[in-house]
């Protein structure tokens, strides 16, 4: 056997075995009873997570591309996501806490042996390894949703992480020009991209400017403070409805006592810091924070411009800073701490412009809808993607502090509807660039 289909298994396995791991640290760090409790209505119990994660890994690569059965057939439409709304699971027939982890343990022995004896090659599921880093994509997905579950669970902490390190070297500017050209948006090399990604294409964007760093709390509270929730004309029509019908005046998680603004993060109640990005806020809330401050939203082609295009080379690369995968120098991924970083960490996973934590910490509201790319072919289910494109749905960019990198990169692409919250969003800001010679950098 050649080195590269080794290679393809043993990365394979051990970004299964990552989020197993992740997986089991979610679960196992709460008692059963909530595991099977429903802790929001925007959120599915824990438990049926578990099994879902369990019952998708049984459908692709046991039934799929071994050929099998299903082991428990009489389960499949629970775990449909398609089947049953998040604040109806609680009600149907789940399995149990002990369970679910015997059905996720019993599913991934066989997975485990299906990977020593399949060929990484031969069809589209399997070239490259692609089904098994399918799966380990979506387990690690779940294992982000079980986390904000966790931050909307009520009750003492449960989870620990340390704090990420201060910023070394803060940036000199506040905002960065990106010279207009085309560039290649998308791709169609990275084995383990999904089907929104593809393929790769030209775009042609014009100059722009975009903020150095992401929106801070800070710089998130001078907006409040000037009446930006109080103040009709900075909203879409929509998003001020939203927040007059729910009262809502401040990022979630927030409430102020005295004048001090606190929040609560996965059970600790803590003040605001004033330079870290600011997380939990909707697109409408993003879009309001800009229309004050005379900017706008980057749309999703800036974005990635801004993240992958090094003029210098001529090319995209797979991440800012290159084509290396992340390491913790880079980026602040994979729950190795349970917040982000303040504003300006990582100058080594700048881009070549040097735009900063465009990679995780906070995931970025774009201005953008989700629409497929010129070309787009639905692969291997249309309930990926396809059925969520349109104006209904922004896109996100660049992951964030729950992110696990093997579902970060430059081309990657998240979705959620402009109300969100719960979700670990925020956001930078972007201008048109002004006509050569009337303005200086910021």
């Known amino acids: 056997m050649t080195a590269e289909p080794e290679l393809l298994r043993e990365r394979a396995a051990a970004a299964l075995t990552a989020a197993r791991v992740r997986t089991a640290g979610l679960t196992d760090a709460v008692t059963e009873t909530e595991l099977t409790a429903q802790h929001s209505p925007l959120m599915s119990p824990l438990v049926w997570d578990l099994a879902h994660i369990g019952n998708m890994e049984e459908l692709w690569l046991l039934r799929n591309v071994a050929g099998r059965e299903s082991m428990h057939p009489e389960i499949d439409p629970l775990y449909d996501a398609f089947e049953h709304p998040r604040a109806e699971r609680p009600k149907l027939p789940l399995l149990s806490p002990e369970e679910a982890r015997r059905y996720a343990a019993e599913v991934r022995g066989r997975v485990f042996d299906l990977l020593e004896r399949t060929p990484l090659e031969g069809t589209a599921l399997l070239d490259g390894g692609y089904v098994f880093g399918m799966i380990a994509q979506h387990e690690q997905q779940h294992d982000e949703t079980m986390l904000i579950t966790h931050q909307l669970r009520q009750g003492a902490p449960v989870l620990a992480a340390p704090d990420p390190d201060p910023p070394q070297g803060p940036p000199r500017a506040a905002e960065v020009l990106v010279p207009a050209g085309p560039f290649t948006m998308g791709t169609s090399a990275e084995p383990w991209s999904l089907d929104n990604e593809r393929p790769a294409h030209v775009r042609e964007v014009e100059a722009f400017w975009i903020d150095t760093v992401p929106v801070t709390n800070a710089a998130?509270?001078?907006?409040?403070?000037?009446?930006?929730?109080?103040?009709?004309?900075?909203?879409?029509?929509?998003?001020?409805?939203?927040?007059?019908?729910?009262?809502?005046?401040?990022?979630?998680?927030?409430?102020?006592?005295?004048?001090?603004?606190?929040?609560?993060?996965?059970?600790?109640?803590?003040?605001?810091?004033?330079?870290?990005?600011?997380?939990?806020?909707?697109?409408?809330?993003?879009?309001?924070?800009?229309?004050?401050?005379?900017?706008?939203?980057?749309?999703?082609?800036?974005?990635?411009?801004?993240?992958?295009?090094?003029?210098?080379?001529?090319?995209?690369?797979?991440?800012?800073?290159?084509?290396?995968?992340?390491?913790?120098?880079?980026?602040?991924?994979?729950?190795?701490?349970?917040?982000?970083?303040?504003?300006?960490?990582?100058?080594?996973?700048?881009?070549?412009?040097?735009?900063?934590?465009?990679?995780?910490?906070?995931?970025?509201?774009?201005?953008?809808?989700?629409?497929?790319?010129?070309?787009?072919?639905?692969?291997?289910?249309?309930?990926?993607?396809?059925?969520?494109?349109?104006?209904?749905?922004?896109?996100?960019?660049?992951g964030s502090f729950a992110v696990d990198p093997v579902a970060c990169r430059g081309t990657f692409r998240n979705?959620?509807?402009?109300?969100?919250?719960?979700?670990?969003?925020?956001?930078?800001?972007?201008?048109?660039?002004?006509?050569?010679?009337?303005?200086?950098q910021a």
């Open 220 to 398: 998130y509270q001078q907006f409040m403070a000037d009446g930006g929730y109080r103040e009709e004309r900075w909203w879409e029509a929509a998003g001020w409805a939203e927040i007059r019908r729910h009262g809502i005046e401040a990022p979630l998680f927030w409430h102020r006592e005295g004048g001090t603004w606190l929040r609560r993060r996965f059970g600790v109640t803590e003040p605001v810091p004033g330079d870290e990005p600011v997380l939990h806020v909707s697109w409408y809330e993003a879009d309001a924070y800009a229309r004050w401050a005379g900017r706008r939203l980057p749309t999703e082609a800036e974005w990635e411009k801004a993240a992958r295009h090094d003029p210098a080379a001529g090319r995209s690369t797979r991440y800012p800073w290159g084509d290396a995968d992340p390491t913790p120098a880079h980026a602040n991924l994979g729950q190795r701490h349970l917040r982000p970083a303040r504003a300006g960490a990582y100058p080594d996973g700048a881009s070549p412009l040097g735009v900063r934590q465009l990679i995780g910490d906070v995931w970025e509201w774009t201005a953008s809808d989700f629409l497929p790319y010129p070309g787009f072919r639905a692969f291997p289910y249309r309930e990926y993607s396809e059925v969520f494109f349109g104006p209904e749905h922004k896109v996100l960019r660049g």
């Open 415 to 440: 979705w959620d509807l402009p109300v969100r919250r719960q979700i670990f969003s925020g956001f930078r800001t972007a201008r048109g660039a002004v006509p050569a010679g009337s303005a200086g």
